[in-house]
């Protein structure tokens, strides 16, 4: 364990570092206890500080969570900032691009699940069919994806 004088310019309380990386404190714990984030430096009475190297890094952190980068994702990500730099785009690209495919996956399948949705819930407002179309749906056997393959091509202002 580092000591730091408590007086330290780059001295800052793990209540500041939450307050200017935009993370809960419990989040900064956590991340430290995981190993996302280094165990920081303590004063002589224990007191954890913190300095721009950790606001930086739990901004990226931050970030990263924002555009739905795995924790797994986030440590490739640091590993490779923390790399020499050389061919580091490259591979920081790399990550990043199985990111943007997972992402248009998602997408493909949360558009699926809006025609499933919506057919569903039409059929209800319509009140042709016996029973409840919503639980019927919800009930069947068949993979939401062949259900929507199923279902008829509705207008783009019902989706």
């Known amino acids: 364990m580092r000591l730091v004088p408590p007086t330290s310019p780059e001295a800052l309380s793990i209540g500041e570092l939450s307050r200017r990386a935009g993370v809960n404190i419990e989040t900064i714990r956590y991340y430290e206890r995981i190993k996302m984030l280094p165990a920081p430096p303590r004063t ?14 739990l901004t990226f952190i931050r970030r990263s969570r924002e555009l739905g980068f795995t924790l797994d994702e986030i440590r490739a990500l640091l590993a490779l900032s923390a790399a020499d730099g050389k061919n580091t785009c490259g591979e920081v690209r790399q990550v990043a691009a199985r990111h943007l495919a997972d992402i248009r996956a998602k997408i493909v399948d949360l558009r699926a699940m809006a025609r499933v949705l919506s057919d569903a819930v039409q059929r209800c407002d319509a009140g042709e069919v016996p029973g409840c179309p919503l639980i019927d749906t919800l009930s069947a056997s068949a993979p939401l994806h062949l259900v929507a393959r199923r279902s008829p091509r509705l207008s783009s202002k019902d989706s």
């Open 44 to 57: 002589s009475s224990g007191r954890r500080v913190y300095g721009p190297t950790e606001i930086r890094s």
